[in-house]
């Protein structure tokens, strides 16, 4: 049988007929595949005694067809189970890393989560102090004051309402991330805490040269809501009304549906896009344009009044015909 005139072939099936020799060996089959893997067939002589002809060595070249086709097929699949072997050992490895990190995350997480509390606590009894004075300073208090100095006095305690804000952010984002969110609801008139929001950013609001104003159906709307929860969530989305809008008008308004509570907060800024409402109550989202009018801002204020909502069982969303058409930010509160 002859695979050629490869003179490496010819000598290596010398080389192994020869050490067949005087075995009882009749005929040997050289068989190499594809893949270079080699073997033999070893023959011996006919029970019959007769010599292998023609017919016999071409039944034995089909044989040495297959056969090599099966060593092939043997090698692939030991190299595919070897493959196989390693690679789940990488991933063994890998999904080990990944676990001794994640857990590292979530160790570094909770020390984040802690030391946003930790410091949102230290900060927040000072800076309710230096609020406090300076709002006895401006209702003079203690006496007149150089309407030069009052306006300065004005924008810090503007300033400190937003520092204090940006507090119970952190505050609030450390509650939500420890499970520790909880509200507590008495019966309180949404009518007089948005006349409070109102004059407490009317300075922020005249500063940008624009109209802040509040419009209500009822001159009492009482629900069972917690006071500070439902403030924070307000002068959020009145905060943001006013930071990017350039011009026009803010509208805080409040509408008595009966069983139902709505807040509107429209504004003559910058407007949304569709796609950008889906995304807009994620932890860390802004518009895509807020930052050319507003740099400030941690992306966190729109995701706790969501949450903050969430745990009232009413509902919050925004509205907007388009870019440069203004928005519409709205909750809906249950009055028990």
Known sequence: LDEGNDGVYQRWVAKIV???????????VPVISRRHEKAFILIGDKYSGDVFDNQDVNLFELIKTQLASALDKSKLYAEAQDFNAQLKKKINDATKELRQANARLRELDKAKTLFLSVASHQLRTPLSGIKGFLSMVLEKDF?????QINTVLAEVYANTNRLIRLVNTFLNVSRIEAGRLSIMKREEDLVLMSKKIIDELQFVAKDKKLELRLETNKDVILAEIDADKIEDV???????????TVAGQVVLRLIDHGAI???EVVDTGQGLEAK???????????????????????????YIAKRLVDLH???IGVDSPGIGKGCMFWIELPKK
């Open 18 to 28: 020869n050490e067949l020799e005087g075995r009882g060996v009749a005929l040997v």
């Open 234 to 244: 307000l002068i959020n989305l009145v905060d943001n009304a006013i930071k990017y």
């Open 261 to 263: 509570v709505r807040a």
């Open 143 to 147: 006496g007149t004051v150089p309407p």
């Open 276 to 302: 950008e409402i889906k995304l807009l109550f994620n932890k860390f989202v802004r518009g895509t344009r807020s930052f050319a009018v507003h740099t400030d801002g941690s992306g966190l204020g729109l």
């Open 313 to 315: 069982g009413g509902k």
